[in-house]
């Protein structure tokens, strides 16, 4: 659940946990809040406003789906460009 990962997070750096900021960082990370803020500020972040906004980055919020979104060619140039990070983080095996 977010609030435990927040938690261990926090506790991992060292940080002091303020329960007030913390609720507040566990709302704005649900999925429907990540959606709507998306659609919301599309035009005014750099990185997607020349962006088709009818394809979204925060589609389905479920672990792993950009396998399903890439093709062979766009896997593979992704494996090659971040393979390394993926496989340190335990995204891939």
Request: aromatic content about 10%; proline content about 0%.
């Given at each position: ?13 060292g940080l002091s946990i303020d329960e ?10 649900r999925f429907e809040n990540m959606q ?53 983080l335990d995204y891939i095996s």
């Open positions: 659940d977010a609030e435990r990962e927040f938690r261990r997070v926090l506790s991992f750096v007030s900021a913390l609720s507040s960082a566990v709302e704005a990370s709507r803020q998306e659609r919301k500020q599309h035009d005014q972040l750099d990185v997607l406003r020349d962006s088709d906004a009818s394809k979204r980055f925060i589609r389905k919020g479920k672990s792993g789906d950009w396998r399903e979104e890439f093709g062979d060619q766009q896997h593979d140039r992704f494996i090659d460009s971040h393979g390394d990070a993926l496989f340190r």
